[in-house]
């Protein structure tokens, strides 16, 4: 079975540009949430789509946004790039939101330079 | 105070040894605990989930819970160096769907 895969890599872009990174859950699982890891915090949540809505968010600004499509695949968007921006982007996808009985098993991550 | 709190380290162990990885969490209303490693550059990797007081064991690693000294630990049995890497302690409370992340623990085995 496919892992979660997560494009592009790698990327490099200004302040002020925006972002778009996707993700493909493993087949079957229909939740997908994303974190941001910088050296300084951790690991932060950012949201959390389930059924192509919103069920949870994290402590990010608007800028960060996101979405999930009918197939479970899911992007988010960072608009007007700012340094701090530059981490690790992680999506995790779980076969449902239940945290207890579905853990997350993570992609290899997007990581985004702004420079 | 963190809501998981974890000793960064790093944890230095000799090949062969148990390397003992500890987390406390502040939320009581905590209800599953997962134990992630991390290698560098790569993203973080499942080892395995607890939810009951208690030892729950998968090979060489054993993850202990005691929910009422809001602790959880990972013990690594005949330590590799392969087995050295970040491991992170993520708690999942009541209510919410987003798991909470400690900063991790680095762990060095030594040949």
């Known amino acids: 079975k496919a892992g979660v895969t997560q494009t592009p890599r790698y990327l490099i872009k200004t302040r002020g540009q925006q972002v778009t990174l996707s993700c493909s859950p493993i087949s079957g699982h229909r939740s997908v949430s994303w974190y941001q890891q910088t050296p300084g915090q951790g690991l932060q949540f950012l949201f959390e789509y389930f059924s192509e809505t919103q069920r949870n968010k994290g402590n990010f600004p608007g800028r960060f946004s996101g979405r999930q499509f009918s197939n479970s695949r899911s992007e988010m968007n960072v608009s007007t790039l700012e340094l701090g921006d530059s981490a690790l982007y992680l999506c995790a996808s779980s076969p449902t939101p239940d945290g207890k009985n579905s853990p997350l098993h993570f992609g290899n991550g997007t990581r985004l330079t702004v420079t | 105070q963190k809501e998981v709190e974890q000793n960064s ?65 990972l013990l690594i049995r005949d330590s590799q160096p392969s087995d050295s890497a970040t491991y992170l302690c993520a708690v999942n409370s009541a209510g919410r769907r987003a798991l909470t992340f400690g900063s991790g623990t680095r762990l060095q085995v030594q040949p």
């Open chain 2, 9 to 73: 380290g790093p944890l230095s162990v000799p090949e062969g040894a148990i390397a003992s990885l500890n987390c406390t969490y502040s939320d009581r209303g905590s209800q599953s605990f997962f134990w992630y490693r991390q290698y560098s550059g790569k993203s973080p990797e499942l080892i395995m989930f607890i939810y009951s007081n208690g030892d729950k064991e998968d090979g060489r690693f054993t993850a202990q819970l005691n929910k009422a000294s809001q602790y959880v630990s």
